[in-house]
């Protein structure tokens, strides 16, 4: 099974800050890499898939890089509605598996 | 409009058994991977299962041998059977859409197993 280490577990920043999530894979998964937003009590959404391609209808301040092992996930100028936490997942090898979520707090 | 509307989440003793319902509309259940993922409360998330267009079924070794996943074409469903559940099961299930077997785009609203005696 792929191991998936996110970093920061959490983090609190002001609105209009740039916020900078890491995702590391423990081994290569080329780009095959998603990310999602998830708020209290609800299901998780679909922001970023194939590492760096915005999901239709999700803002274009959320955006994503990275391949092989290493990748990041930002949003460039951080509004109140983006309080969530955020989860890497890699869909290179079956089980797919999930980072342990970033919680972003303003 | 896609929705996938769940059901089937109880408080269950140990032992015990559960099935899970996954109603979708909007698209073909049995033309699209498919997948359970579930949540412990407060915890991240942690896929459970995923069945493939062709019928092909994985599952997550925590559950292998005891929940089976399914399908239903005529009434466009998808299904978790749980057995032998344990108290390390309690979760918010979610089902999902698998889009181009990659990509977790639509999600049910989540059904709360609760594993207790």
């Known amino acids: 099974d792929i191991q998936m280490t996110q970093s920061p577990s959490s983090l609190s920043a002001s609105v209009g800050d740039r916020v900078t999530i890491t995702c590391q894979a423990g081994q290569d998964i080329r780009k095959f890499l998603n990310w999602y ?22 803002p274009s301040r959320f955006s994503g890089s990275g391949s092989g092992t290493y990748f990041t996930f930002t949003i460039s100028s951080l509004q109140p509605e983006d309080i969530a936490t955020y989860y890497c997942q890699q ?16 | 409009e896609v ?42 998330l942690e896929w459970v299962s995923l069945i493939h267009s062709g019928g092909d079924t994985h599952y997550a070794d925590s559950v292998k041998g005891r929940f089976t996943i399914s399908r239903d074409k005529s009434n466009n469903t998808l299904y978790l059977q749980m057995n032998s559940l344990r108290s390390d099961d309690t979760a918010i299930y979610y089902c999902a859409r698998v889009r181009l077997a990659a990509h977790f785009d639509f999600w049910g609203q989540g059904t709360l197993v609760t594993v207790s005696s």
């Open chain 1, 91 to 106: 869909y290179d090898n079956v089980p797919p598996s999930f980072g342990g979520g970033t919680k972003v707090e303003i």
């Open chain 1, 37 to 58: 937003q998830q708020k209290p009590g609800k299901a998780p959404k679909l922001l970023i898939y194939d590492a760096s391609k915005l999901e239709a209808g999700a």
């Open chain 2, 3 to 44: 929705q996938l509307v769940q059901s089937g989440g109880n408080l269950v003793l140990p032992g015990g058994s559960l099935r899970l319902s996954c109603a979708v509309s909007g698209f073909t259940v049995n033309n699209n991977y498919m997948t359970w993922i579930r949540q412990a409360p407060g915890k991240g």
